[in-house]
């Protein structure tokens, strides 16, 4: 089992940084790779980000891209979401999540069976 705690929401000005963590413990948890989602109000959960811990690839939605980062940090067993160039609608609850089939970089939401309880991210505008 796996359990993983999200922290680092908040409010912010649009421009502005927020870096969201994700620490995760549990059995094989290294070995899985990990993603961030989002889910703003009224609207589906969606795929923000995600990376493997085993060779560090990463994969972004192209709403994010070259504005988000994700990364890992192994002593830690941590996860982060560094956002940059915030907007109002990256508005919504995000959500760390685990894929334990360790596999390929999914972006599919039924790929992740191990999932956080969420931050909410406000960008003022």
């Known amino acids: 089992q796996v359990q993983l705690v999200e922290s680092g929401g908040g409010l912010v000005q649009a421009g502005g940084s927020l870096r969201l963590s994700c620490a995760a413990s549990?059995?094989?948890?290294?070995?899985?790779?990990m993603g961030w989602f989002r889910q703003a109000p009224g609207k589906e959960r969606e795929f923000v980000a995600a990376?493997?811990?085993?060779?560090?690839?990463?994969r972004y939605a192209d709403s994010v891209k070259g504005r988000f980062t994700i990364s890992g940090d192994n002593a830690k067993n941590t996860v982060y979401l560094q956002m940059n160039s915030l907007k109002p609608e990256d508005t919504a609850v995000y959500y760390c999540?685990?894929?334990?089939?360790?596999?390929?970089?999914?972006?599919?939401?039924?790929?992740?069976?191990?999932w956080g309880q969420g931050t909410q991210v406000t960008v003022s505008s």
């Open positions: 549990g059995r094989r948890s290294r070995s899985y790779n």
């Open positions: 990376m493997t811990w085993s060779d560090g690839l990463t």
């Open positions: 999540a685990a894929d334990s089939s360790i596999g390929s970089i999914s972006t599919q939401i039924v790929e992740y069976d191990h």
